[in-house]
C-alpha cells in the first residue's frame, strides 16, 4: 500500500504536469513517458517497478487492433513514446512509412540480452534491426477444446489445420462453435500457407483458392471475433477457434480458474503456423525518445521480461529469462517451441496496397458468406 | 460614406452560419479535399493536391480514382443500399412502437407527464456502449433470455437470438427510440383537445376522429421523428458491429475498413462525401414539407 500511493500520486502529478506545461524538465518527477501497447499484454507491477526506479510517470494507453495503431501513428503527432507494433504488416510499413525513429544502441545497454537467432528472423520487417527490438511473440493456430471436439468428431485430428479447414471436420464441430479470427492479415497468409502456395503470393488465381476453402467452412462458424475468443473458448461458447497462441493459453488459464470443467488447449498446427513478433518501436516524433529508450532498456532485463512472460503466457527474446519463467509455461511446447519446430513455422512479408484491397474485399465476401 | 450597425436580425442569423461554416462546412471542405487527393505511404497516408513539379511550377492534382471506384463496385452500392435499408426499417419500428407510446403521455395527467417524459430520457443516463453491451448479455446463447426459455422449457436449445439481424434491429430501435418520442410528444401535446370534442360531437368514432384530425396534425412530428432515426442510423457503426452478423455490411463497417485495413483515407473520404449527400437530400425535402406545413397557416 505504502509503495503504491506515492507512485499512484506521481503518475497523476506526471500527467498533470505534462497537461499543463511541457518546460519542467528540471524535475524528474515531472518526465512521463506515453505507452501505446495491446490490452492485457504487460504485468501491471512492472510499470510500477519502473515508475519507482526511474522516477518517470508512465501514460499507460491500450489499443486491440493494428489497425487503430497503425491509423494513429500515420495521423501524426500521436503523442506516444513507445508502440507495440507487429512485425508484419504493421512495423515494416510504419518503418516504410518513415513513422519511427532508429533505435540508438548505445542507450539500450541490455540489448546483449536479446536472442540473436529470433532478432533475425525480424532482419526480413527491419533490415539490419534498426528501428525495434523483439518484445514477445508466438504463433496463430488453433485454440481448442479436446473434450467436446472428441465428442462430436472423435476421428478428428487435433493437431492439423484439417480440423478447421476440412468441412467434413467442421460440419461436425460447428455443433459445439467454430470461432473465426476477424482478421484477413492472419487469416490470408495462414491458408495460403496450408494449401501449400506461397503465404506471401497475391497472385488472383492463389486469393480465389483461399476464398473457396473459406467459403467451404463458412456456413460451419459461428462468430467472427477480434478480442472475444478468450471469452468465448473460456465460457465454452465455442470449442475451437482461430486463435494467437497467448490468447488461447489466457482462455486455457481463465477456464480453469472458473472451474466449470471446461479445458481449453492450443495448437500450433503440424502442417505450419504463422510466426509473429510484437516489436518495441519509438515514433519518430516522440515527445520523449529518452524516457523510451529507458523503458526499452529496462524491458529487456531477464527478471523484468520474465515477470511479463509469467503474466501474459507469452514467450519473450531474452534467453537468460528463461530460469525466472514458470515451469509449466517453459515447458509448455506450445509457447517455448523445440529448437525443431521451428522449422514449420513460417513468417509473412509486406503486400502492395491493391492486392490488400482484394484480400480485405474477399473478408467481406466470406464474412457475409456471399 | 456612412456605417450602420448590423441590425440585430442579422446578428442573429450570422451567429449559426458562422457556426456552420466553422464545425460543418470547414471539416467537410478537409474531407472532401482527402477524397480528390492520392493514398499514399507517409505521414499522412496521402498524397498533396497542391504539388510542385521539376520544373516549379505549381499544380493542383486532382484524383478522381476514388469516386470511380465508388461507381464501378457494386459492393459499395450493396452496402449503401443495405444502410438504407436498415435506417428506414428502423425508423419504422420506432414509429410503431413510439408513436403510441407519446401518444399515452400526451395524453397522461398534466402531473404525470414530467415523470412520464423522465422514464423514456432515463436511459441516457447510463453510457450508449453499456446499454448497447446489456443486450449482448441478454441476448448471448447463454443469456437472459435463453436461460429464461430453457428454464420454462420452451426450447431445448439455444435460439441463435446474438449476431443475427433481429438484435441488430433490436439495438437501434431501443436506442433511437427516444428520438422518436421526444418529438412526436412535444407534437401531439399541443393538439387541442377541442378538435377531437367536435369529431366526436359530429359523429366520428373515436378511430375515426384519429385517422382524420390526430394523425394529420402529428405529421410534421412523426417526419421529425423519422428523420432524427434514419439520419443517425444509416451511418451507425457501434450496434451493427456488436450485435449484428457478420453479413451486416452496412455503409459505416465499409468505410471503417477502406480507412483503417486498407489505409485509404481518399477512399474512405469519398464514401462519406457521398454519404453525407445521401444525407442531405431527405433533409432538405424535409425542410420542403415543414416549409409548406409552416406556409399553410
Not at chain 1, 502529478?13 to 515531472?30: D, H, P, R
Not at chain 1, 544502441?105 to 525495434?132: F, V, Y
Not at chain 2, 448471448?140 to 435460439?159: Q, S, Y
Not at chain 2, 455503409?251 to 486498407?262: A, D, M
Amino acid at each position: 500500500m505504502s509503495q503504491h500511493a506515492p507512485a499512484f500520486a506521481r503518475r497523476v502529478l506526471g500527467a498533470f504536469a505534462a497537461a499543463v506545461i511541457a518546460t519542467a524538465a528540471t524535475a524528474a518527477i515531472s518526465q512521463t513517458l506515453n505507452v501505446y501497447n495491446w490490452n492485457d499484454y504487460i504485468d501491471p507491477a512492472v510499470i510500477e517497478r519502473f515508475q519507482r526506479e526511474t522516477g518517470i510517470a508512465v501514460r499507460y494507453d491500450v489499443f486491440e487492433s493494428l489497425e487503430t495503431l497503425e491509423a494513429k501513428l500515420l495521423a501524426g503527432r500521436s503523442g506516444y513514446d513507445i508502440v507495440v507494433p507487429t512485425n508484419e504488416p504493421t512495423f515494416s510499413r510504419l518503418i516504410r512509412a518513415g513513422a519511427l525513429q532508429p533505435l540508438d544502441r548505445a542507450k539500450i545497454p541490455n540489448w546483449g540480452n536479446l536472442d540473436r537467432t529470433l532478432m533475425q528472423r525480424l532482419d526480413r520487417s527491419d533490415e539490419g534491426n534498426r528501428h525495434g527490438v523483439i518484445y514477445l511473440w508466438g504463433t496463430i493456430g488453433l485454440g481448442l477444446n479436446p473434450a467436446r471436439i472428441r465428442e462430436v468428431a472423435p476421428d478428428a485430428p487435433l493437431d492439423s489445420w484439417d480440423l478447421l479447414f476440412k468441412p467434413e471436420h467442421a460440419s461436425r464441430i460447428a455443433r459445439c462453435g467454430i470461432t473465426m479470427m476477424d482478421s484477413a492479415i492472419d487469416v490470408i497468409p495462414t491458408v495460403l500457407h496450408y494449401l501449400g502456395l506461397d503465404p506471401n503470393s497475391t497472385a488472383e488465381a492463389d486469393l480465389r483458392k483461399v476464398e473457396q476453402t473459406l467459403m467451404a467452412i463458412r456456413p460451419h462458424i459461428r462468430t467472427f471475433s477480434t478480442g472475444g475468443a478468450i471469452e468465448q473458448l473460456a465460457t465454452g461458447q465455442s470449442c475451437l477457434a482461430f486463435a494467437y497462441s497467448g490468447d488461447a493459453i489466457q482462455a486455457a488459464d481463465r477456464a480453469q480458474e472458473a472451474g466449470q470443467g471446461v479445458e481449453v488447449k492450443y495448437v500450433a498446427p503440424r502442417e505450419g503456423a504463422q510466426l509473429w513478433f510484437d516489436v518495441l518501436a519509438i515514433p519518430k516524433d516522440a515527445p520523449n525518445a529518452e524516457a523510451a529508450h529507458r523503458f526499452i532498456d529496462f524491458l529487456l532485463q531477464p527478471e523484468v521480461i520474465a515477470a511479463v512472460t509469467n503474466h501474459v503466457a507469452y514467450p519473450n527474446a531474452v534467453p537468460a529469462s528463461k530460469p525466472m519463467i514458470e515451469p509449466d509455461i517453459l515447458a509448455d511446447r506450445n509457447v517455448y517451441p523445440a529448437e525443431q519446430d521451428f522449422a514449420r513455422f513460417f513468417t509473412i512479408g509486406a503486400v502492395p496496397q491493391a492486392a490488400e484491397r482484394a484480400r480485405s474485399r474477399m473478408w467481406a465476401r466470406f464474412k457475409a458468406g456471399r | 460614406m456612412s456605417w450602420r450597425l448590423p441590425a440585430g436580425r442579422t446578428l442573429v442569423l450570422a451567429l449559426p452560419f458562422a457556426w456552420l461554416g466553422l464545425f460543418f462546412l470547414f471539416p467537410f471542405l478537409i474531407v472532401a479535399r482527402i477524397a480528390l487527393s492520392e493514398a499514399a505511404l507517409g505521414i499522412p497516408p496521402y498524397a498533396p493536391l497542391l504539388r510542385r513539379d521539376e520544373q516549379g511550377t505549381l499544380a493542383i492534382v486532382l484524383n478522381l480514382g476514388a469516386f470511380a471506384l465508388l461507381v464501378e463496385d457494386s459492393f459499395y452500392l450493396d452496402a449503401y443500399l443495405r444502410s438504407l435499408r436498415v435506417a428506414s426499417l428502423s425508423a419504422l419500428l420506432c414509429l410503431l412502437a413510439g408513436y403510441p407510446m407519446a401518444y399515452a403521455i400526451a395524453r397522461a395527467p398534466e402531473r404525470r407527464r414530467n415523470l412520464l417524459l423522465l422514464l423514456v430520457v432515463l436511459p441516457f443516463w447510463t453510457s450508449f456502449l453499456l446499454r448497447v453491451m446489456a443486450w449482448i448479455g441478454l441476448l448471448a446463447d447463454n443469456g437472459v433470455v435463453n436461460n429464461i426459455l430453457l428454464g420454462l422449457g420452451l426450447v431445448t436449445e439455444p435460439l441463435r437470438l446474438l449476431y443475427t439481424e433481429t438484435a441488430l434491429y433490436l439495438g437501434i430501435v431501443y436506442c433511437y427510440l427516444p428520438f422518436m418520442v421526444l418529438p412526436l410528444y412535444a407534437n401531439l401535446v399541443k393538439l387541442d383537445p377541442a378538435l377531437l370534442e367536435a369529431a366526436s360531437d359530429l359523429g366520428a368514432r373515436p378511430w375515426r376522429a384519429f385517422l382524420a384530425v390526430t394523425l394529420p396534425l402529428s405529421l410534421p412530428g412523426i417526419l421529425a421523428g423519422f428523420m432524427l432515426v434514419f439520419i443517425p442510423a444509416v451511418g451507425e457503426f457501434v450496434i451493427p458491429e456488436l450485435l449484428g452478423g457478420p453479413d451486416a455490411q452496412l455503409i459505416g463497417r465499409v468505410l471503417w475498413t477502406e480507412f483503417f485495413q486498407n489505409r485509404d483515407w481518399p477512399m474512405a473520404s469519398a464514401l462519406a462525401v457521398v454519404l453525407l449527400l445521401l444525407l442531405v437530400l431527405p433533409i432538405a425535402w424535409f425542410q420542403h414539407l415543414q416549409g409548406r406545413a409552416g406556409g399553410g397557416r
